[in-house]
C-alpha cells in the first residue's frame, strides 16, 4: 500500500491480467532460448560500459532485449521526432504506463533521461539501461523531495535534454489510467518547453492484451516469464501532435495530454487566471500537494 495520501493508486490487479490465453505458449524450448539470448544480451549492455550511455547505443540495447523477449516493435514514421525540430529546449515526452517493457519500447524508439520510480533503477533487464540513460529517480512515498525533482527536470529540459515521464504515476492494465499527475509537467512550463503525449498499446497476435501488464502485486520475475513465454507479442508506440506550454498551466496542459494519450474527447480546463503558484513561489512543504493540482 501507497504510504501517502498523494502518491497515485490504480484498481489494477494481478486479475486484470491475462495469463492464459489461446495460443499464447511460446513453447519450453522457444522460452529457454528467450532466456538464453537475454543474458547475452544483458552481459553485452554490461560490457559496453560507457557507450551504453550513447543514444544509439542504448537505442540498440533497447531494441536487442525486446528481440530476445519475442516483443515486436512498432512505430509511426519519424517517431518520437524529440527534441522539437526549432525548439530551444529539449522535450518532455509522456505516456501512459502499463508494464516495465515501456521503458524498453520508448528507449528503442527514442533514447532520453527517464523519470521513474526508484525501484526500477533495481529492476533486472532494465534497470542497467535506464541508469545509463540518465534516469531521474523518484520516490512515490516521499515526495516532499518533488519540488526539487521538478527543478531538475526543468533545468534538464532547458539544456536541451529530452525526458520521458509516466505521469500517471503507476502502472494500469490498459489505457491511460486516471488523469495525469501535473507536477512534471510544471518542469515544461518552467523550462517553456514542449509536450510530446505518446500512447502505448500492446497487442497479443494482432488483438489487444493485458498480458504484459504489471500491475498489482505480481513480482518482475512472473511477469518476465509470462512475455518470456508468449509468442505473438507487439507493443506500438504511437506519437501524437506536440502541445506548446504558452497559454496554458500544468493543469490544462495535463489534461491535454491525458485526452491525446487516451484518444479521447476530454473537456480540457481553461488555465487559470492567476495560475497556481509555482514550486518556486510556495512553501516547500505546501509545493507538494500544490504541484499535484
Known amino acids: 500500500m501507497n504510504g501517502s495520501a498523494w502518491a497515485a493508486v490504480s484498481p489494477c490487479t494481478a486479475a486484470c491480467v491475462a495469463d492464459d490465453l489461446p495460443g499464447a505458449g511460446a513453447g519450453p524450448a522457444v522460452t529457454v532460448r528467450r532466456y538464453a539470448a537475454l543474458v547475452a544480451s544483458l552481459a553485452g549492455a554490461a560490457a559496453a560500459g560507457k557507450r551504453l550511455g550513447e543514444r544509439e547505443e542504448l537505442r540498440a540495447r533497447a531494441r536487442s532485449l525486446l528481440a530476445d523477449l519475442g516483443v515486436s516493435l512498432s512505430c509511426e514514421a519519424d ?51 535506464v541508469r545509463r540513460a540518465g534516469t531521474r529517480f523518484i ?43 501535473r507536477a512534471t509537467f510544471q518542469a515544461a512550463l518552467d523550462a517553456g518547453a514542449p509536450v510530446r503525449p505518446v500512447t502505448l498499446t500492446y497487442a497479443h497476435h494482432g488483438a489487444p492484451t493485458t498480458l504484459p501488464a504489471y500491475v498489482g502485486e505480481g513480482t ?64 516547500h512543504a505546501a509545493a507538494v500537494p500544490a504541484l499535484l493540482l
Open 79 to 129: 517517431g518520437l521526432a524529440v527534441p522539437v525540430p526549432g525548439a530551444r529546449t529539449g522535450t518532455l515526452v509522456v505516456a501512459n504506463h502499463i508494464s516495465w517493457l515501456d521503458v524498453l519500447a520508448l528507449l528503442a524508439v527514442q533514447p532520453a533521461a527517464v523519470l521513474a520510480k526508484r525501484e526500477v533503477g533495481q529492476w533486472p533487464v532494465v534497470g542497467t539501461l
Open 139 to 181: 520516490d512515490r512515498e516521499g515526495l516532499r523531495g518533488l519540488p526539487d525533482t521538478v527543478r531538475e527536470l526543468g533545468a534538464l529540459l532547458r539544456s536541451g535534454e529530452s525526458v520521458i515521464v509516466f505521469p500517471g504515476g503507476t502502472t494500469w492494465c490498459s489505457g491511460p489510467g486516471d488523469p495525469f499527475r
Open 220 to 283: 518482475f520475475a512472473a511477469s518476465l516469464r509470462r512475455v518470456a513465454a508468449t509468442r505473438g507479442l507487439s507493443v506500438r508506440v504511437t506519437p501524437h501532435s506536440v502541445l506548446h506550454p504558452p497559454g496554458h498551466d500544468r493543469r490544462s496542459l495535463a489534461a491535454l495530454a491525458h485526452a491525446a494519450v487516451s484518444g479521447a474527447r476530454e473537456t480540457v480546463p481553461a488555465p487559470r487566471t492567476p495560475g497556481l503558484p509555482s514550486h518556486a513561489a510556495v512553501g
